[in-house]
């Protein structure tokens, strides 16, 4: 039996999604594959990832990766939540928290009690009923899955780490395992002359380096994907009207706070993410509101620390490639498109698509089908996740303020208005396939930003009122209780995962 040829696999770029995209290959498709990284050291990184959501722990679990060893390489911390203050009215905060809002009862989830019980004058603020909103309120934390005899309920997490760290962690993980880099600048791309496939990248030192498929983690530019391959560009920036950030470190303070903090600000936000040996700050604003030198006033001026470095601007555009694969190309991260970092998705949609690569991953020839399937997942994740950061600029409070005025009243997409058209009218909102937010997350937002709906589902009027009393004030009696249980954050990372001084970037 003739052994089929070995698959030549070319990774364009390095940072998060060039490394995350090398070491999963290196973990599932070596032997079997030649897999090449070619990054330039004169290209810089973006590199100001630093949040996530719960699926990054499937990721680095597939890839064997030990947590502890994770954390102290890559200064990372526990991340319960975001914490959005002045989203709906400016003197107002909610927190979009991982896991259960409060207890199901029978067939309905809980905010349909919920907001019977506020009708009623009995029900507290959301957030009381949300396990993890009453830990990271107490900067708690713990691994209930380490202390199964701890008989507290499941305590999602994700993190916060130094994306750039990261990308050196992994780097170090996928060379160990056959991924050869190459640096060298790419001069020239060279196509297949009948195909009209990539065929090899010509680098400035002069060598050529060749593949059978190609992944386009280049970053905005696209340089395969959109400059050689022109897979078209759909750009949102009709709903999403931020388009530059201000992005600058600080020096860390106390207490390690073990959630995201989304800030409103006159054009935009901030954000605030704390790790291990520093914190991460930017300053997502509309440059149509405010100039650059603004921005950078407003963020430099509600640091907790000294910075650390000068504040560097990132300009943007909100959209997707209308083809995410195109001939023998897949594009991966930014290269595939871009979402504001609001909800922490910047990541994950590496990690989907390189899930979405591996479940398509041709055995010889790209066909029609196998990309058509790739693009028609990566618009339907990317359109949902979409949607759910409009909800966030859509729904406000903030009146009186040009730029959130512009988006309150602005048209949406119809797959958003039928979500809040239905929870307005009855509290009802179901999860649209395989969506990434699902129905927690969706209401958390919406009942935090004031989205009121104007009744529920009937069968919360089948409890009496005193059976409503007593099911609301156990929930949030327990899960007080549980948080109180929990070790304090700074002190359980100290033990668990502390970062070596030595490890720290100069």
């Known amino acids: 039996m003739t052994q089929a040829p070995e698959r030549r696999i070319v990774v364009v770029g390095g940072g998060t999604a060039g490394w995350m995209t090398a070491a999963a290959l290196a973990r599932f498709c070596i032997p079997g594959s030649n897999v090449t990284l070619v990054e330039s050291d004169e290209i810089g990184t973006i590199g100001v990832g630093e949040a ?23 200064g990372g911390t526990y991340k319960l939540g975001i914490a959005f203050e002045g989203w709906g009215k400016p003197d107002e905060g909610y927190v979009h928290a991982f896991g259960l809002v409060g207890r199901g009862l029978g067939l309905l989830p809980f905010h349909h009690y919920w907001l019977r019980g506020r009708s009623l004058g009995m029900a507290k603020p959301f ?37 750039g760290l990261y990308a050196r962690f992994l780097r170090r993980f996928a060379e160990q395992r056959g991924v050869v880099r190459q640096e060298g600048k790419i001069v020239a791309v060279q196509r297949d002359p009948q195909s009209g496939d990539i065929a090899g990248l010509l680098l400035a030192n ?50 390690l706070l073990p959630y995201t903090r989304s800030i409103a600000r006159r054009a935009g936000w901030q954000w605030r993410i704390q790790l291990q040996h520093r914190i991460g700050n930017g300053h997502v604003f509309s440059s149509d509101h405010m100039s650059v030198d603004e921005a950078t006033a407003i963020l430099l001026a509600n640091l907790d620390g000294a910075p650390l470095a000068d504040p560097r601007p990132i300009r943007f555009k909100t959209g ?12 991966v991260g930014l290269s595939a498109g871009f979402i504001e970092p609001l909800e922490s998705t910047s990541i994950h949609l590496i990690q989907t698509g390189i899930n979405r690569l591996l479940d398509l991953l041709p055995s010889g020839a790209p066909t029609d089908a196998e990309r ?39 048209g949406i997409p119809e797959t958003l208005r039928r979500k809040l058209d239905l929870f307005r009218s009855s509290g009802r909102i179901f999860r649209d396939g395989d969506e990434l937010f699902d129905i927690p997350g969706w209401v958390q937002v919406m009942i935090g930003q004031n989205v009121q709906p104007e009744g529920w589902h009937p069968i919360a009027d089948q409890v009496s009122a005193d059976k409503l009393r007593t099911f609301l004030d156990t929930i949030e009696k327990a899960y007080g209780a549980d948080a109180a249980r929990m070790p304090d954050h700074a002190a359980y990372l100290s033990r668990f995962a502390p970062m070596p001084k030595e490890s720290i970037p100069a």
């Open 127 to 163: 957030g009381h009923y949300v396990l993890n909103t009453v830990a990271l309120a107490q900067n708690r934390f713990t691994h209930v899955e380490r202390a199964a005899d701890s008989g507290l309920p499941p305590v999602p997490y994700a993190f916060h780490f130094d994306a």
């Open 52 to 74: 996530t959501i719960p699926a990054i722990r499937n990721f680095n679990n597939a890839l064997g990766i030990d947590e502890a060893e994770f954390l102290k390489a890559c």
């Open 372 to 410: 058509d399937e790739y693009n028609r997942r990566s618009a339907f994740e990317m359109e949902r996740i979409r949607d759910f950061v409009i909800l966030h600029y859509h729904a406000n409070q903030r009146v009186g303020e040009p730029f959130w005025d512009g988006v309150r009243g602005m």
């Open 320 to 331: 997707r490639r209308r083809r995410c694969w195109v001939r023998n190309v897949v594009a």
């Open 206 to 255: 002069g060598m050529r380096v060749t593949g059978d498929l190609f992944v386009d983690c280049s970053g905005f530019r696209g340089l395969l994907i959109e400059q050689e391959l022109e897979a078209g560009f759909e750009d949102w920036t009709e709903w999403l009207r931020c388009d530059t950030a201000v992005a600058v470190p600080c020096a860390n303070v106390a207490p």
